[in-house]
């Protein structure tokens, strides 16, 4: 069974463009969740979809940043315009659980992005 | 609000021997379960072990074995005969129980495992 696969897995662009990082999560997990790297510093999360709904969105950074995951299969998460700050490892994990439980959630590999 | 310590930016370790990577964290959960990913410089990140706070024996699996001790916030992860494929970033991470709980990462230990 194929795991989580993000796309793209490396980005570079300038400050003020869009880019957009795809997430397929495993087949059949409906928690999806984005988590962010920035060089040196912890993992943090960003968001969490439960099929196609926001679970919980109190990590994105601020409104430049826009996730989606229309019928609840891959997600999107678009960064427009791109700040230097926005530089680091996008991660996103899904799982398939039940409220309360401890499911492991499955990482993807990562998107490493940079903005110039 | 919960929070991951991991207090050692990098680790060597000879081949062979064993190794332990501290985390302490902090929450205000009664419940909470905590974990220990491992990232190569491939990038992805591999769930090692789990230890659920109710649990009580140590949680092991393999030569990873999670060394937790409630009353000090600790859950170090110790990994028995180093091998060179175990060169890695190590993340410690929590979260806690009831509802759909995000998972609260530290900042990681870099375990350079030497020949």
């Known amino acids: 069974e194929a795991g989580v696969t993000q796309f793209p897995s490396h980005s570079v662009i300038e400050k003020g463009q869009t880019v957009t990082l795809r997430c397929d999560p495993i087949?059949?997990?409906?928690?999806l969740y984005w988590y962010r790297r920035v060089m040196g510093k912890e993992i943090k999360f960003l968001l969490h979809?439960?099929?196609?709904?926001?679970?919980?969105e109190s990590g994105m950074p601020n409104n430049r940043f826009l996730a989606e995951r229309t019928g609840g299969t891959y997600s999107t998460l678009k960064v427009q315009p791109a700040e230097l700050e926005d530089s680091g490892v996008y991660f996103c994990?899904?799982?398939?659980?039940?409220?309360?439980?401890?499911?492991?959630?499955?990482f993807g590999p990562g998107t490493r992005l940079t903005v110039l | 609000a919960q929070k991951i310590t991991q207090t050692q930016p990098g680790m060597f370790v000879q081949e062979k021997e064993a190794v332990t990577l501290d985390c302490t964290y902090d929450?205000?959960?009664?419940?909470?379960?905590l974990f220990w990913y491992k990232q190569p410089s491939s990038g992805e990140m591999i769930f090692l072990i789990y230890?659920?706070?109710?649990?009580?024996q140590n949680a092991t699996e393999g030569r990873y074995s999670l060394n937790f001790q409630k009353a000090r916030k600790s859950a170090n992860l110790v990994i028995s005969a180093s091998q060179l494929g175990d060169s890695a970033m190590y993340f410690c991470?929590?979260?806690?129980?009831?509802?759909?709980?995000?998972?609260?990462f530290g900042t990681g230990t870099k375990l350079q495992v030497i020949p």
């Open positions: 994990a899904s799982s398939q659980e039940e409220r309360g439980s401890y499911n492991e959630q499955f």
């Open positions: 979809f439960v099929k196609e709904s926001k679970q919980d």
């Open positions: 991470a929590m979260r806690g129980r009831g509802g759909y709980q995000k998972v609260t």
């Open positions: 929450t205000s959960d009664p419940s909470y379960g």
């Open positions: 230890q659920g706070s109710y649990d009580q």
């Open positions: 087949s059949g997990h409906d928690n």
